[in-house]
């Protein structure tokens, strides 16, 4: 916390741990080490791994290619998440490795609702409203 006792978001070691698992989620899957029926054939992408304040647990967000079946195939990882945690342990170089949890990422679906609302006829409605009163 800083001095005005607002978080100041995740710390560098933080940050770092969090990409060294997520470079490490991305070789697992890449190579297929997760064996699932869910998992069979899909391209999973790790766009972001948080984790917590203590380094503990890692919750990682996933996306498979094109988004389908994305809520099956979390569901298949968190299954074998104490497996691919044996997995990133060596990768990692930490005395303990986290726990995992994973998560769909719903980044892209929401940029992609704020872009359709952006692009709405009310919002340029809206816009060409605004660009008129200045001139």
Known sequence: MSKDNKPSGPSQRSLRVGELVRHALAAIFQR???????????????PEVRMSPDLKIANAYIMPLGGEHAEEIVAALNRHRKFIRGRVAPQINMKYAPEMRFHVDDTFEEASR??????SEKVQRDLDEDGGDEH
């Open 114 to 119: 704020i872009d359709s609302l952006l692009r």
């Open 32 to 46: 297929g080490d997760v064996e699932d029926d869910a998992l069979h054939g899909a391209v999973i992408t790790v």
